[in-house]
């Protein structure tokens, strides 16, 4: 049987744009990594042994020089941190997998920098490990693929039927962490690549599948980034301090800020005209995507900054449909693009699970994220929830992962 993982460059993009800032400025960070099944009913006890034995091999793999290659001609990674890949071996002791409880726990804990990478190949591990045991693949595939080409059908109609929006639809796949598996989601890039223009179907978060199919990979921050400069500089002003030393790190380059990590207002009230000249634009990941867009472009013209040179790229939970819709809405008043992942690289005809994998501490202290959608918190501290939601304003969504 394949493995679910055979190059450590099987990721998302933006974990490696994190590790590096972890090595160059964050390099004493210590963190501890959570896995959490959110979806009610599903037991992944059983599959432990599986589950174990596909991290064991990932721990064994190492970067290629053709894939450092790769990444050496990617202008904004620095070559010291090329060379730290190059040398860069995943710990497996630094993974701890327990099935002695009521669930499966998995947890990840170290030095920021060597650990980062554990996150995204955990998640599809045991996302194909689950599927691989409770489904046939063959008949799941089958009717993958007539799902997707009747997405493809429909997205080709609308940009025929609405020329304008057409003309104005991107998107980039964000699949790979809850992909159905690894062979599957190459299969899902390939198609969409070659059915659609190169300017709507951007290309991929997953380096490895940019580099194999020759397109542009694409990534930024995710929010374990600013949940770490939480442990580095006083609360109330943590975001400012995350958005400088992104912009210290990367010069201009990866300019798509994270915005809700303690939701979008207070996100706002730190993207100052500095950062608004600075960064091409922001990343909505949970709350309303409307109601965001309305802020994001009432906050930039508020600063005299004309929003159609700015970037609004949506992210949580889309599909081509809500996508189309939000460029329809959005696309003649900002920049808009999407980032779509499961609906693209599990949508197989059986409910995709809803798994995650966050850094709940660093140096010792909590760290949490306070969405503007409640009840996506993953910190079990109450003490330092509340003192975050009093902070920013946000007791009436504050909400606890039991």
Same mark, same amino acid.
């Given at each position: 049987?394949?493995?679910?993982?055979?190059?450590?460059?099987?990721?998302?993009?933006?974990?490696?744009?994190?590790?590096?800032?972890?090595?160059?400025?964050?390099?004493?960070?210590?963190?501890?990594?959570?896995?959490?099944?959110?979806?009610?009913?599903?037991?992944?006890?059983?599959?432990?042994?599986?589950?174990?034995?596909?991290?064991?091999?990932?721990?064994?793999?190492?970067?290629?020089?053709?894939?450092?290659?790769?990444?050496?001609?990617?202008?904004?990674?620095?070559?010291?941190?090329?060379?730290?890949?190059?040398?860069?071996?995943?710990?497996?002791?630094?993974?701890?997998?327990?099935?002695?409880?009521?669930?499966?726990?998995?947890?990840?804990?170290?030095?920021?920098?060597?650990?980062?990478?554990?996150?995204?190949?955990?998640?599809?591990?045991?996302?194909?490990?689950?599927?691989?045991?409770?489904?046939?693949?063959?008949?799941?595939?089958?009717?993958?693929? !007539?799902?997707?080409?009747? *997405?493809?059908?429909?997205?080709? @109609?609308?940009?025929?039927? $609405? %020329?304008? #929006?057409?003309?104005?639809?991107?998107?980039?796949?964000?699949?790979?962490?809850?992909?159905?598996?690894?062979?599957?989601?190459?299969?899902?890039?390939?198609?969409?690549?070659?059915?659609?223009?190169?300017?709507?179907?951007?290309?991929?978060?997953?380096?490895?599948?940019?580099?194999?199919?020759?397109?542009?990979?694409?990534?930024?921050?995710?929010?374990?980034?600013?949940?770490?400069?939480?442990?580095?500089?006083?609360?109330?002003?943590?975001?400012?301090?995350?958005?400088?030393?992104?912009?210290?790190?990367?010069?201009?380059?990866?300019?798509?800020?994270?915005?809700?990590?303690?939701?979008?207002?207070?996100?706002?009230?730190?993207?100052?005209?500095?950062?608004?000249?600075?960064?091409?634009?922001?990343?909505?990941?949970?709350?309303?995507? !409307?109601?965001?867009?309305? *802020?994001?472009?009432?906050?930039? @013209?508020?600063?005299?900054? $004309? %929003?159609? #040179?700015?970037?609004?790229?949506?992210?949580?939970?889309?599909?081509?449909?809500?996508?189309?819709?939000?460029?329809?809405?959005?696309?003649?008043?900002?920049?808009?693009?999407?980032?779509?992942?499961?609906?693209?690289?599990?949508?197989?005809?059986?409910?995709?699970?809803?798994?995650?994998?966050?850094?709940?501490?660093?140096?010792?202290?909590?760290?949490?994220?306070?969405?503007?959608?409640?009840?996506?918190?993953?910190?079990?501290?109450?003490?330092?929830?509340?003192?975050?939601?009093?902070?920013?304003?946000?007791?009436?969504?504050?909400?606890?992962?039991?």
């Amino acid at each position: 049987m394949a493995r679910v993982i055979d190059s450590l460059l099987d990721t998302d993009l933006y974990k490696l744009s994190m590790q590096q800032i972890a090595l160059h400025r964050f390099s004493t960070a210590h963190v501890r990594y959570e896995f959490k099944c959110r979806t009610r009913g599903v037991d992944l006890r059983p599959y432990t042994a599986e589950i174990l034995d596909e991290l064991k091999h990932w721990a064994e793999l190492r970067f290629t020089v053709p894939e450092l290659d790769y990444l050496r001609a990617i202008r904004w990674f620095k070559p010291g941190y090329v060379d730290f890949l190059r040398d860069y071996k995943p710990r497996f002791q630094d993974v701890r997998v327990d099935d002695t409880g009521d669930e499966l726990s998995i947890t990840v804990e170290g030095n920021w920098a060597h650990t980062i990478l554990w996150e995204v190949p955990t998640l599809a591990i045991v996302n194909e490990v689950y599927f691989r045991n409770t489904q046939i693949a063959d008949s799941r595939l089958n009717e993958g693929r !007539a799902r997707l080409d009747d *997405k493809i059908e429909w997205l080709l @109609e609308q940009g025929k039927a $609405d %020329p304008d #929006t057409g003309n104005r639809f991107k998107f980039m796949e964000f699949g790979t962490r809850r992909r159905f598996s690894r062979i599957w989601q190459k299969e899902v890039v390939t198609l969409l690549r070659d059915s659609l223009p190169a300017t709507t179907m951007l290309g991929t978060s997953n380096v490895k599948l940019a580099m194999d199919l020759r397109i542009k990979p694409h990534g930024t921050m995710a929010h374990e980034y600013l949940q770490v400069c939480q442990a580095y500089a006083p609360i109330p002003t943590f975001l400012e301090y995350s958005l400088e030393q992104w912009a210290q790190e990367y010069r201009g380059d990866l300019g798509i800020a994270l915005s809700d990590v303690v939701g979008m207002d207070a996100f706002l009230r730190a993207f100052d005209l500095y950062c608004c000249k600075l960064f091409d634009g922001a990343r909505h990941d949970s709350g309303d995507p !409307a109601e965001w867009c309305r *802020k994001l472009i009432r906050h930039y @013209e508020s600063h005299r900054i $004309d %929003p159609r #040179t700015k970037l609004a790229v949506f992210s949580d939970g889309l599909t081509l449909a809500s996508s189309w819709e939000l460029t329809r809405l959005f696309a003649s008043q900002i920049g808009v693009t999407h980032g779509i992942g499961t609906s693209l690289t599990n949508d197989t005809g059986v409910p995709a699970l809803n798994i995650v994998m966050k850094i709940v501490e660093c140096n010792g202290q909590p760290v949490a994220k306070i969405s503007d959608s409640p009840g996506k918190a993953m910190c079990k501290d109450q003490v330092y929830l509340n003192y975050l939601a009093k902070v920013f304003g946000l007791e009436h969504q504050l909400a606890v992962e039991e």
